[in-house]
């Protein structure tokens, strides 16, 4: 069975930084595609940024682009999502999940099998 573990979110100020991790565990991950979404108070689920287990290609939100990176760690089978410059509408609970290695990106929620539980990120202004 697949679990998905998110930490490292917390309290920042606006311009910082911030660090998610994921663990992932329960199957061989080599043909996966992980994803990082967000969930802010009242709004819906939003894709964030997506890698290919394999060969690390990377795909970002316009939102995020050029300020958040995506990267993982085969050996540890860890996913991250290093955030900079944040803003305080970064502030959302953010999720990480793995889907089944489509033909293309994939970046809306039914597209994606396996979900963590969710960290918080919260930028104050």
């Known amino acids: 069975q697949v679990q998905l573990v998110e930490s490292g979110g917390g309290l920042v100020q606006a311009g910082g930084s911030l660090r998610l991790s994921c663990a992932a565990s329960?199957?061989?991950?080599?043909?996966?595609?992980m994803g990082w979404f967000r969930q802010a108070p009242g709004k819906e689920r939003e894709f964030v940024a997506n890698?290919?287990?394999?060969?690390?290609?990377?795909y970002y939100a316009d939102s995020v682009k050029g300020r958040f990176t995506i990267s993982n760690d085969n050996a540890k089978n860890m996913v991250y999502l290093q955030m900079n410059s944040l803003k305080p509408e970064d502030t959302a609970v953010y999720y990480c999940?793995?889907?089944?290695?489509?033909?293309?990106?994939?970046?809306?929620?039914?597209?994606?099998?396996?979900w963590g539980q969710g960290t918080q990120v919260t930028v104050s202004s």
């Open positions: 999940a793995a889907e089944l290695g489509r033909a293309y990106i994939a970046t809306r929620v039914y597209e994606y099998e396996y």
């Open positions: 329960g199957r061989t991950f080599s043909s996966y595609a």
């Open positions: 890698i290919r287990w394999s060969g690390g290609s990377t």
